[in-house]
């Protein structure tokens, strides 16, 4: 009887381990596979009903980890967002080299400032570009991280910047568009060496003249005619001086206009007014054709510039005839024109005439105390009222300068 019951105790107990083995390696296999899971980046936590203290502490860091974990991500994820839209968003072209020089990546911008419109992933960068200084910038050692590239071709300037990158050895090169950067250091070159030259011609005159009329023994007639030349070199100098404050003021980026209606035609009749003397020591005609046409909002300060140069022009560059001013409506637009009979303008000076000090005519500008700074005046002026000008004009015919004016609805 004591056998059986022992065989019975022990085989309860027999079975008992059992269940605590087969559940035991249920619960591990369930962690090992909550284990996989987060190693497969699925980071929900997985419900047990119950642990043994020794388990539980092993599901609690699991856990732990695949919380970290998914933060880890979500922000690799917000990064990884952001530096790609702006690897595609910036305006600078960027590529992404091997050290041989294989290109692994690159954007847009850069695509599109280089003019390639085929895949140049896998090439080699070495083939982009047929320039010897750039050639020799690639091949030089690191410590060289920046040049400048000029591309007539392309009519292009760019700042190239490289920078390595230590952990994965790989290259990447920052292309920066410095054209207009570069072309308004010409312009302002160029302006520095014209205004000294403008500058030195009448100041040169004025001392010349000054200390000639030092000599006691000039005659009268001569000392009058000295001081005649003094005395307009010094109005070219104003003049000079005048022109450029009123360029520096509309050329200004923060320019605003004082905007204001009035009537053209009654500002048109006030700026005749002041030239009807020049011109009748000329013997020319100065006309204005006036129409009926609606009131003009802009600058009036700034169209009365724009007419006083352009019919200043017309009477220093006319020496038979006349100038003749209309103004009309069509389009909703304001047609200003101002023509001459005087000496013209060859054609393939036009493209010039609106840059600063160009005259087609350098000695009689001077002579007749022009500064040459005019029509670059009546550009910006009517670039800042969102106009647009053209010039028609013939050798030894005249010229015709035609501004549309945008009116109030456009």
Known sequence: MIYWIAIVVLSIITILLLYYIITQNRKIKDLTNYSKNI???????????????????LYKNLKLIAEKMENQ???????????TYLFEKTREGIIVTKEDGEIIISNESFKKIMGFNVKIEGRNVKELFIHK??????????????????????????????????????????????????NLKRIKAEFITNLSHELRTPLTAIKGYLEAMKDENIKKADRERFFNIVCNNVDRLINIVSD????????????KLSIENFDLNELAKEVIALFVQSAKEKSLYLKISPVDIPLYAGDRFMIQQLLINLISNGIRFTEKGGVELAIRYRDNNFIISVSDTGIGIPTDEIPKIFERFYTVDKARSRMQGGTGLGLSIVKHIVQLHHGKIDVESLPGKGSKFIISLPGLNT
């Open 39 to 57: 190693a497969d980046n699925n980071y929900q936590p997985h419900l047990f009903k119950s642990l043994p203290k020794n388990l539980q502490d």
């Open 244 to 255: 450029l404050l009123v360029l520096s003021d509309v050329e200004r980026t923060d320019r």
């Open 133 to 182: 200084q750039f050639l020799d910038f690639i091949q030089q050692d690191l410590n060289q991280n920046n040049m400048e590239l000029d591309l007539p071709n392309k009519g292009k300037t760019f700042s190239v910047v490289r920078l390595k990158l230590p952990t994965s050895q790989r290259i990447v090169y920052l292309f920066s568009d410095i054209t207009d950067t570069q």
């Open 73 to 83: 991500e979500r922000i690799y994820v917000q990064e990884n967002e952001l530096l």
